[in-house]
């Protein structure tokens, strides 16, 4: 089991909505659930929620559960509560019959370049809850999305699926979308970083309003994620 982050409340009590049979989090500030059981984290209508970690830590499988998003996909699925789920997954399909040809790493820019284009899009658009599927590892990519939420008067959360090394390079290998060796200990170092700023209390910046950490114990307990007033 991963340590807990010892400087922040477990459940700071605003966040917590009992109930008779689960334990359902409206999250505020950080809020580390890692070992922990929790049936259902519950955010605003419109919000948009990152979900992060590093490449293979579980997170399409995640999403997939939790919303049905399918990593056939070509356009992002609606998931409960009007959710539009945006996976970068679903970009690389759309382009993979035109560029298949070549090398993944040279059509790579077109993938993100469309996947970015979704967000806006949706973020500009859509009604409802939008969740994206993002390493979180890149400050400016962190940046440019509380910006882009912000200015549609979005609360953005992040919820952290934080697993080991060692299991997340397992998990590229029996999905067969390996990351290079030097680039996915880029992503761990940086993974970590995240984690002692939150640790120390000085980090993400800007702040989300809220960041859950998550590993997978409490991913196979978490019933849904609902957007509700």
């Not at 917590?16 to 659930?33: F, Q």
């Not at 996909?73 to 993979?96: E, Y």
């Not at 990519?141 to 090394?165: I, K, N, S």
Request: charged share 25%; aromatic share 8%; glycine share 8%.
């Amino acid at each position: 089991m991963n340590p807990p982050l010892d400087s922040v409340p477990l459940y700071p009590p605003e966040s917590i909505v009992p109930e008779t049979d689960s334990l359902v989090l409206n999250p505020r500030g950080v809020v580390d659930l890692r070992g922990r059981r929790t049936g259902e984290l519950r955010y605003p209508p419109t919000a948009t929620v990152i979900f992060a970690g590093i490449p293979g830590a579980g997170k399409s499988t995640a999403l997939r559960k939790l919303f049905g998003a399918d990593p056939e996909d070509h356009t992002p699925p609606a998931g409960p509560d009007g959710a539009l789920v945006l996976d970068s997954i679903q970009a690389r399909n759309s382009w993979r019959r035109r560029l298949a040809w070549l090398p993944y790493p040279l059509w790579r820019p077109v993938v993100h370049l469309v996947h970015f284009r979704r967000i806006w899009i949706a973020l500009r658009d859509h009604t409802g809850p939008v969740v994206i599927h993002d390493c979180g590892t890149v400050g400016f990519t962190r940046r440019m999305l509380t910006r882009w939420a912000a200015r549609r008067g979005r609360e953005l959360h992040m919820v952290l699926l934080d697993v080991p090394a060692t299991v997340a390079r397992a998990g590229q290998y029996a999905r067969g979308r390996r990351v290079g060796r030097a680039s996915f200990n880029w992503h761990v170092r940086r993974w970590r970083h995240l984690l002692d700023q939150l640790e120390r209390g000085a980090g993400p910046h800007p702040r989300p309003e809220s960041v859950v950490v998550l590993d997978r114990t409490t991913v196979d307990h978490l019933h849904e994620i609902r957007f509700a007033a």
